[in-house]
């Protein structure tokens, strides 16, 4: 079995070194880390899991905690991505993953102490229900963690830019002569709520009026739920002449609707949505959407996470939000209009 020792003599470094480089510790150059780690890989070295927990205190083991009541969630494409950039940091720095199931919860037991249970040394938290208590009890408490797509001052949060988002997708309707523009978003969220201020302050900074009866909830994910709210915009006496969807996926719903009205898409009805998932350009027309970078959320959520486990960040004293940027994406499914 090959040992920290023989990697040391091979690269003609020290114990110590070869040990913090195969932590990332900050204390060795990258240039030196890539060079003790392709030496580990060559001489196939595999690190010895039960005697790092012994020495460290830690499991070496991360909670997801990934829920949500639609039930969308892991056959989604944008949390998908979130999931997949998660899973590949953590096991680049050797560390296992263990999602924690809501389901498995009785009345009484909380989030925090299944975590504490299972000796997990941080949580990502993601698509859950925020409102939760026990949510935001694992949130607020003593074990690292990140949640994912939520705002707050309280605890590590890592989430997109909704507002300038929203606000330049609105703003180029509104630039290719869309007055009526109509918005189905999602549930009452912190998300939704910066959103709803983009798309509004948008049309006011273009000087169209904002119709109330054209900005309907619906549920994130939920293609039915959209195909009844674009059906709704259409029995009004004067229907919208682009309709924003709260994401991409919805669009199946919209389709279907649109189609069993009789409206084709963009030559009757212009359609945006949101998240640029990969089905986004094979849509007819391909859909003009806003271009969340799932890979850069899970990959900053995770970093950020191990970054408060190992020790380079406190979990209440240096509480961080980071904002990941937005762009929009132009594709075929808006008409210019003129009125």
Do not use: W
């Not at 690292?144 to 929203?166: E, R, W």
């Not at 919209?254 to 009789?262: D, M, R, S, T, Y």
């Amino acid at each position: 079995m090959v040992t920290i020792k023989d990697i040391a003599q091979s690269c003609g470094v020290s114990i110590a070194a070869v040990s913090k480089a195969l932590n990332d510790s900050r204390e060795i150059s990258e240039e030196t880390k890539a060079k003790i780690k392709q030496k580990a890989k060559a001489l196939g070295y595999a690190p010895n899991i039960y005697a790092r927990t012994l020495k460290t205190n830690r499991s070496f083991n991360i909670g997801i905690l990934f829920d949500d009541d639609t039930n969308n969630g892991f056959g989604h494409a944008f949390f998908s991505k979130i999931l997949t950039a998660l899973r590949r940091e953590f096991e680049a720095k050797n560390y296992d993953i263990t999602f924690i199931a809501r389901n498995s919860l009785n009345r009484t037991r909380s989030y925090l102490s299944k975590v504490k249970q299972k000796r997990l040394d941080g949580v990502i938290v993601a698509d859950v229900d925020y409102n939760d208590e026990k949510v935001r009890e694992l949130l607020m408490g003593d074990i690292p963690s990140v949640a994912v797509d939520f705002i707050s001052d309280k605890c590590n949060c890592v989430y997109s830019d909704n507002y300038t988002g929203m606000y330049e997708l609105t703003k180029y309707c509104c630039g290719q002569g869309h007055r009526r523009i109509a918005f189905i978003h999602g549930q009452n969220t912190c998300i939704t709520e910066q959103r709803l201020s983009g798309f509004r302050d948008a049309l006011r900074d273009c000087g169209v009026s904002l119709r109330e009866e054209y900005v309907i909830g619906g549920e994130y994910y939920n293609i039915e739920t959209c195909y009844e709210r674009f059906k709704q915009l259409f029995s009004l006496p004067l229907p919208p002449s682009c309709v924003m969807i709260s994401d991409d996926y919805s669009l199946f719903g919209v389709q279907k609707a649109a189609a069993e009205l009789g409206l084709s898409i963009p030559a009757h009805v212009s359609v945006v949505g949101y998240d640029d998932i990969d089905l986004a350009k094979y849509f007819l027309p391909p859909l003009t959407t806003v271009h969340q970078d799932a890979d850069e959320i899970g990959r900053t959520a995770a970093r950020l996470l191990l970054d408060t486990i190992e020790g380079h960040k406190k979990q209440v004293e240096q509480v961080e939000q980071v904002v990941i940027p937005t762009r929009t994406v132009i594709r075929g499914s808006v008409r210019s209009v003129q009125y």
